[in-house]
């Protein structure tokens, strides 16, 4: 947009219909040195020559006479069309004001801002540009966001689940991410239950995709958003799994970079506390771990147990009778949950809430009493 508004002097927006008539355009004209565009509201009796003219000398400003029109500094009118009558109204004043740009020098933009579903391709023409905006985000952008609205906030103890929720549910929606940024805690971890609420306000919109109607995107063509899948989840269909998989795919990829690594950087701990009983299990320090469902087995050492095997182990020390420690049985404990939460994860499922609570405040609470 502003690359467009330095070089065009006609620009057509076309635009989600819940998205803000000047949502993004006011910061890209900025940008593009224009610091304080005119914004007119188009009505179905509007007559935008008249609207104009107090703005342009005091007489009725035609197509023609603003095309020909100069100011000292970079200035821009945009026509926002509130219906389809006064979207026809604003597209003959565009395509009049278009053909007067060969007979006219002058500096005023005129931008058009409306919703056609139909246009879906941003173009570049002599005289005017066509930019199709749906004001969603890629992965990456997306990503980035979240993070950057989220600075300061609490996330569920040291991990970053909840901003990870964030991102995966909002998708490419930067309305949906504010929406659950404005969640509770609790309500972000009881996701995707908690997305009814969001879907009660507007439940028609999420029946069917449609990026005019912000319920898809033209940015991410590919993706399907996540109040669809939760529509299709608790209405009774043959896509309900389909869209409960889909829901519960975003969580499960939210654990896979929060909760996977969390789990991983603090094993050295748990192990450092085991690694007596282990020594007793094994002097050598070097346990014979059976590989797949073969009879075969491979040399691992100490520091490279898994929390799965450190679970065995536990059965062994009770078979062995090795007395334990109290932190030392806790080590054990958290073993087992990291295990249970862990397999999920492996297996591409959502864990249950009540397991990833139960593993991060034990394994928190441990890793703090060092």
């Given amino acids: 947009m502003t690359d467009a508004a330095k070089v065009k002097r006609a620009i057509i927006v076309n635009r989600p219909r819940d998205r803000s008539p000047d949502h993004g355009?006011?910061?890209?004209?900025?940008?593009?040195?224009?610091?304080?565009?005119?914004?007119?509201?188009?009505?179905?009796?509007?007559?935008?020559?008249?609207?104009?003219?107090?703005?342009?000398?005091?007489?009725?400003?035609?197509?023609?006479?603003?095309?020909?029109?100069?100011?000292?500094?970079?200035?821009?009118?945009v026509l926002r069309a509130n219906s389809e009558r006064s979207q026809k109204h604003c597209e003959k004043y565009m395509g009049e004001f278009i053909e007067s740009l060969p007979e006219h020098d002058g500096n005023i933009r005129l931008i058009l801002s409306f919703e056609d579903p139909g246009m879906k391709e941003t173009a570049s023409h002599e005289d005017f540009a066509v930019i199709v905006y749906d004001g969603m985000l890629p992965p990456e952008e997306m990503q980035a966001y979240v993070s950057y609205r989220m600075l300061g906030r609490q996330d569920f103890k040291s991990t970053s689940l909840l901003r990870h929720l964030v991102t995966e549910f909002a998708s490419f929606d930067v309305g949906l991410a504010e929406d659950l940024m404005r969640m509770t805690n609790a309500e972000?971890?009881?996701?995707?239950?908690?997305?009814?609420?969001?879907?009660?306000?507007?439940?028609?919109?999420?029946?069917?995709?449609?990026?005019?109607?912000?319920?898809?995107?033209?940015?991410?063509?590919?993706?399907?958003?996540?109040?669809?899948?939760?529509?299709?989840?608790?209405?009774?269909?043959?896509?309900?799994d389909k869209g409960r998989d889909a829901v519960h795919r975003r969580y499960w990829r939210a654990c896979i970079k929060a909760?996977?690594?969390?789990?991983?950087?603090?094993?050295?701990?748990?192990?450092s506390e085991l690694q007596p009983v282990l020594l007793q299990l094994e002097p050598s320090g070097s346990f014979q771990i059976p590989v797949g469902n073969k009879n075969e087995f491979k040399s691992v050492k100490i520091k490279d147990l898994e929390y799965s095997d450190l679970q065995y182990q536990k059965r062994m020390a009770r078979e062995q009778n090795i007395k334990l420690t109290a932190r030392q049985a806790r080590a054990?404990?958290?073993?087992?949950?990291?295990?249970?939460?862990?397999?999920?994860?492996?297996?591409?499922?959502?864990?249950?809430?009540?397991?990833?609570?139960?593993?991060?405040?034990?394994?928190?609470?441990?890793?703090?009493?060092?």
């Fill in 25 to 77: 355009l006011r910061e890209a004209l900025q940008c593009a040195n224009i610091p304080d565009p005119l914004f007119i509201d188009v009505q179905d009796g509007t007559n935008i020559s008249n609207t104009l003219a107090p703005h342009f000398g005091g007489s009725a400003t035609h197509a023609s006479n603003l095309a020909a029109e100069k100011s000292p500094h970079g200035h821009a009118v």
């Fill in 188 to 240: 972000i971890l009881g996701l995707p239950e908690s997305l009814t609420q969001l879907l009660a306000t507007k439940e028609e919109k999420w029946a069917t995709p449609s990026w005019i109607r912000g319920s898809a995107s033209l940015t991410c063509p590919n993706e399907t958003h996540t109040l669809h899948e939760w529509y299709q989840a608790i209405h009774t269909s043959p896509l309900s």
């Fill in 259 to 271: 909760i996977s690594p969390w789990i991983e950087e603090r094993r050295h701990i748990v192990v």
């Fill in 332 to 370: 054990f404990d958290i073993c087992g949950k990291a295990r249970i939460v862990r397999n999920e994860i492996s297996h591409t499922r959502m864990p249950p809430l009540a397991s990833i609570q139960d593993l991060v405040l034990s394994l928190e609470d441990f890793v703090q009493q060092i």
